[in-house]
Structures are given as structure tokens and as C-alpha cells.
């Protein structure tokens, strides 16, 4: 500030202006006010400068609001009984002797830090998670031990939190159209009388004797024949699908004033029983246009008939199915998933800060094992792997974590990493984990310059993180024992179907030795040498379209029998170094579907996780961005 040059100490600086000081002694009071709650309380959550890393209790304090000790013990606790070593949580450990363990216990629970389910003890967030119409169910048949062991309390405490956690519930009576549960006349839930069915209506809106089905015919409308009719006799026991209930009623509504566009005969027969429209004065598009109309008027009535027609007591019945069902999915509490680890103090020019987004972004990798990560750009997917692979090496749920990216990033992947020296200044510009004692293998495309200096037969450093091109991943490959075990998948997951002949088994057997070939081919290292036991791959889509079919099942279900073309990368990312580190779930949307069932789960902000069935206004989403993939060998 060179209006602050040559002055030396604030007895230097001349008087300040009558007026100004005047105004200063006018408010006084708040200036003192501020001042002494900096004394008492001084600002936290900065780290201290002169320090070049956060140490782990400064980023607990800082990226932790609003979680108590209790919890964040209950996270740890739980987290170790399955196998994560939780290293560096020292302060946080229960100590597992006889009695004061089982009291620490049962004062968590005590505390809502855990929740007992089934003979089992959870955080939070690990109970506040899935469908809580049948975690409810559950709460009931615990009561009694809940109530014994921990005490009446315990059994509300568990109460509301899953009524805290439940999706706000749909109903059909609900007077706005809009906030009602979206079900479709032609859905399982409207077909399918073992998930819901009728035996009466309000007789007062459905008059059976003035339901005339009728059809039409060349364009002309006449009467069904008695066996093409729905039967329908309330007798209070017969049992009817909501759908053919539905039909029964178009047939007593007004054609002249309860239809727009439609008529009972275009809903019933060419939008619910999709017969074909044969009428030779109607042109294609005249066609097209009448049934689209069908369907929309269809869907609009259906929603006034489950309002109106059926009793009170069934729209209680379905409400509570239909939000059990589709609607009772609650998400993982990213807030209070607890994230800790060392870290430098700064990044490039400022302070190191994680924004809430991508602070969930690695509570949720935390709660969920792995996921892919599908921010939009700039929201920082790359900020968040690297912050989750500091929790993970804290943690101890990995040592040798491989990151896999296209060549223009690997630069920038490098430097937001380990931070790099800028050479016009000379100054050191800081990485997330510079300073931690975490080193980085620059092992680029894997040339002959990086195999001269490393040991390719043993594995890398703990604590160190490796990374590659796409073009140096493609010469990782992998031992005998592995190629074996990649053999028996293939064999399970290809090979499920029909019964074959042995030269047809022999067929298919060489093909998949083919496939497990690409993941070996110009290869000049085994992965499982290496060590590696985390992976991180950026612009995921690239590994896409491992196998080229996958067969229907044994009843003949077209579900996975899907076509693909297939390419190099997929295959060798599926088959090299995470070959045993997913699971097979379906999930996102922006991805081939032949990938799909060999991935784990999918983030994407800030969508609430809640089924697509969930609102009208929810629109499939698909991000610009190239999802970031982190996979956890299990």
C-alpha cells in the first residue's frame, strides 16, 4: 500500500480528521464488542499460517461442524469392526475390554450416536440410510429389546430419527394434482394385484350399470362383445387391478363434457390395452397425434380417479404402499459422515479450502466404499478425489493408490497433487498433499526412461500414489493366478445361460481367454507386483464397454441381454488392476449400459438420491462433465 510507505510505527501516522474521529467514538461500543469476542474467542478454521500443513485435528474441527465426539466415535468404531484400520482416529478408538466396552456402547446408543438394528449396532447415517418404511417395520420387531437394553427413550430416539430421514410422504388426496404420486395407468403398481388391488369404490362416482364398453370398428363405435368386457362385481372380496377398475369407470364418464381430446375407447384401447388403430381415414400422423392424445388424457383421468373414486381407507392402503415402494428411499447424511487427514495449509496463490460440495462429494465416497463422481466442470472433481485419497491414506484404507488420466490433464493432476515450482518466480506453488509426506511416482506413459529407474517387481512405496496415462495403464498386465481368476468371472457372468455342447463351451471358453488377452497385451509389469490397492481413473466414460453381449437369463429375460461394441481401454481397465474391485450394481446414466453392472454407485449433485417416480419435474440427468471413477479393491 504505498500510501503506508516510509512509516515505521503507528506512532508515525498523523492524527486521523476531527470528523472521522468522532464517527469512531460515536460507535464505540460494537468496535469494542467485536474486539473482545476476538480475545475471548479467536478465529479458528484458518490453520495456523506459519504452519505448512493442517494437521488432522485442524481439518476435523474445520470440515466437521455440527457432528459431536460421540458421533464421530460411533463412525470410527463402526468403520473398524469392518476392517478399515481407521489409522490416525487413535482419539476416537472404544477400548474393546469387557465391561467399560459394552457401557461406552451403550451410551452412544444412549446419545444417538448408534442405533440398534437386528442383533446390529449403527452410526447415523449407516441407519438413516435405504427404505425406512421397512427400517420401521424392523424398529417394531426390536422394541422390546431396545426398550429392555437401553431404555424407552432409546425406542423414540430410533423412531424419529427414521421419521426425520423418511421422504416427505405423497398422497393421492392431496388437492394439487402436481404433489401427488406419479403413477401411470399402464404401471406394474396399476396392473399387478399382489402390490395393490380394490374390492369397492365410492359408489357415489362409479356407476356400474351406466359403464357401456364400447369399441370401434373401421371408425365406427359399437358395442364389446361380453367376452371382450371387464367383469367387475363389488362384493366386497373379488379383488381388481386399479387398472381394469379404471376402464370400467371411463365407460360411466360423459363422453360430450368429461373428455378434451379423447374419448373412453382411444384410453382404453389404444393407450392401456395398445391395440393397433386400424382406420383407413386417418392418416399416419392423424394416428399418431390420437393416441399421444389418449395418453395424456389417460394419465390425467387416472390421477382424478384415484382422487375421487376410491374409498378413503384404499387411498390410505395405496398412499402407504406406493411411498414404501417407490417413495421411501432416504439418502446417506453426508454431514454426518465424519472426514479427516493431513493436508498442506495452502493450494497455488491461497489457503487450502474445501467447499462443501466437494466435502460431501468425499463423505459420500467414505459412506459408499466407491463411486463415480459426476460434478459439472469446475465444480472440482479433481480437488475432490485427491481430498478423498488424503482421507483414504490417513485412514489406512489404502497404501498404494494408482491414478489412471488423458494426457492433457496429467499436468494439472500432478500439480494439484504435490504442488510444483513455478519457474518464472522460483517460488514453490503448494499441492493438496504437499509437505504430508505423501510422494507421488511420476510414472507418465510408462516409457523406457521410467522402467530404467524403477523396480517393476515389487511393489511401490507405502504412501506413495502413482500416476499414469491412459497409454502407460495399457502396460500394466497381471500374473497367471490372477488370469485365472478372471477366467471363472467371465465363465459366471457370460456363461449363464442355456445348456451347451461341450465344442459350444470350448467356442466361448477361447473367446474369453481372448478377451483376457487385451488385458495383457504389450504389458510389461503384473499389477498385483505392484501392490496396488486403490484406483482412481479420470474421464471414466473411456472405460466403457467391456463385453459385447451379455446373455438374457435362464427364463429368457431380455434385461441384460445387451449388444455393445467393445474397446481396448475397457477391457484393460476391467480386466488389469481392478479386475476385484467392484461389485456388480447397475448405475449411472451418462454410461454405456454394458458398463453399468461393474460399476458401484454414481453421486450427482445435488440431486437427493430419491427414486425418478419420486416428482413429475425430475428430469433425467446427464452432466457435461467427465465423471471421475474411484474404485476400492475389496
Not at 468496535?31 to 506459519?50: C, D, N, Q
Not at 479450502?353 to 466435502?359: E, G, K, L, N, Y
Not at 474391485?581 to 453399468?596: E, F, R, Y
Amino acid at each position: 500500500m504505498s500510501y503506508l510507505h516510509g512509516i515505521q510505527s503507528i506512532g508515525s501516522l498523523p492524527p486521523l480528521p476531527s470528523g472521522l474521529s468522532a464517527e469512531i467514538r460515536q460507535r464505540s461500543a460494537p468496535v469494542r464488542k467485536i474486539l473482545e469476542e476476538a480475545r475471548s474467542a479467536p478465529l479458528r478454521g484458518l490453520g495456523r499460517t506459519e504452519n505448512k500443513t493442517l494437521t488432522f485435528d485442524q481439518v476435523v474441527e474445520r470440515y466437521n461442524k455440527g457432528i459431536t465426539f460421540d458421533e464421530i466415535q460411533a463412525w470410527v468404531w463402526y468403520k473398524r469392526r469392518q476392517g478399515v484400520p481407521m489409522t490416525g482416529w487413535n482419539r476416537y478408538y472404544i477400548e474393546e475390554k469387557g465391561k467399560q466396552y459394552d457401557e461406552r456402547l451403550i451410551r452412544l446408543v444412549q446419545a444417538g450416536a448408534l442405533f440398534y438394528m437386528e442383533g446390529e449396532l449403527l452410526p447415523y447415517p449407516v441407519y438413516t440410510y435405504g427404505n425406512m418404511y421397512d427400517r420401521m417395520l424392523q424398529l417394531e420387531k426390536d422394541r422390546a429389546h431396545i426398550e429392555e437394553t437401553y431404555g424407552t427413550e432409546v425406542y423414540e430416539q430410533h423412531r424419529q430419527a427414521i421419521e426425520k430421514a423418511r421422504p416427505e410422504i405423497l398422497t393421492v388426496t392431496n388437492p394439487d394434482e402436481k404433489e401427488r404420486p406419479v403413477i401411470t395407468a399402464i404401471s406394474d403398481f396399476a396392473q399387478n394385484p399382489d402390490l395393490f388391488a380394490l374390492t369397492q369404490v365410492r359408489e357415489e362416482f362409479m356407476d356400474l350399470e351406466r359403464s357401456e364398453e364400447l369399441r370401434k370398428v373401421n371408425g365406427k363405435v359399437e358395442r364389446k362383445k361380453d367376452r371382450e368386457k371387464i367383469n367387475i362385481r363389488f362384493d366386497g372380496e373379488t379383488r381388481y387391478t386399479l387398472q381394469n377398475v379404471f376402464v370400467k369407470w371411463l365407460f360411466t364418464l360423459n363422453t360430450d363434457t368429461e373428455f378434451d381430446k379423447s374419448s373412453a375407447i382411444d384410453i382404453a384401447d389404444y393407450y392401456i390395452a395398445n391395440r393397433p388403430l386400424r382406420d383407413d381415414k386417418l392418416s399416419k400422423e392423424e394416428k399418431a397425434e390420437l393416441k399421444a392424445n389418449a395418453r395424456i388424457e389417460g394419465e390425467k383421468l387416472f390421477s382424478r380417479f384415484l382422487h375421487e373414486v376410491i374409498t378413503f381407507e384404499d387411498q390410505q392402503r395405496l398412499d402407504y404402499a406406493w411411498n414404501r415402494t417407490y417413495n421411501g428411499q432416504s439418502d446417506i447424511s453426508y454431514s454426518k459422515v465424519p472426514i479427516g487427514f493431513e493436508c498442506s495449509a495452502r493450494f497455488k496463490s491461497g489457503l487450502l479450502q474445501i467447499t462443501d460440495i466437494q466435502r460431501e462429494g468425499v463423505a459420500f465416497m467414505e459412506a459408499m466404499g466407491s463411486g463415480i463422481n459426476a460434478f459439472d466442470v469446475g465444480v472440482g472433481k479433481t480437488m475432490t478425489a485427491i481430498v478423498n485419497l488424503a482421507h483414504n491414506l490417513y485412514s489406512g484404507k489404502c497404501k498404494r493408490p494408482l491414478i489412471v488420466v488423458p494426457k492433457p490433464t496429467y499436468k494439472k493432476w500432478m500439480n494439484e497433487i504435490i504442488g510444483f515450482t513455478d519457474r518464472k518466480t522460483g517460488e514453490f506453488v503448494p499441492g493438496v498433499l504437499s509437505h504430508t509426506g505423501i510422494t507421488v511416482n511420476d510414472w507418465y506413459n510408462l516409457g523406457t526412461d521410467v522402467v530404467s529407474k524403477v523396480n517393476l517387481n515389487k511393489p511401490v512405496p507405502e504412501k506413495s500414489i502413482t500416476i499414469l496415462t491412459y497409454e502407460g495403464f495399457k502396460r500394466l498386465g497381471f500374473g497367471d493366478s490372477v488370469s485365472d481368476e478372471l477366467f471363472t468371472e467371465l465363465v459366471n457372468i457370460l456363461g449363464q445361460s442355456r445348456e451347451k455342447t461341450q465344442r459350444d463351451k470350448e467356442i466361448e471358453y477361447q473367446k474369453y481367454r481372448e478377451m483376457i488377452g487385451v488385458g495383457l497385451r504389450n504389458s510389461i509389469a503384473d499389477v498385483d507386483a505392484l501392490g496396488f490397492d486403490y484406483a482412481v481413473i479420470d474421464e471414466a466414460h473411456r472405460c466403457k464397454n467391456v463385453f459385447s453381449q451379455v446373455r438374457s437369463d435362464e427364463d429368457g429375460n431380455k434385461r441384460y441381454n445387451i449388444q455393445s461394441a467393445t474397446s481396448e481401454t475397457g477391457h484393460r481397465w476391467r480386466f488389469t488392476p481392478c479386475s476385484r474391485w467392484w461389485p456388480t450394481i447397475p448405475c449411472a446414466d451418462i454410461l454405456s449400459p454394458v458398463w453399468m453392472p461393474f460399476l458401484i454407485c454414481s453421486y450427482y449433485p445435488p440431486w437427493n438420491g430419491r427414486p425418478i417416480t419420486r416428482k413429475k419435474s425430475w428430469k433425467r440427468r446427464s452432466s457435461r462433465a467427465s465423471p471421475t471413477a474411484v474404485f476400492f479393491r475389496n
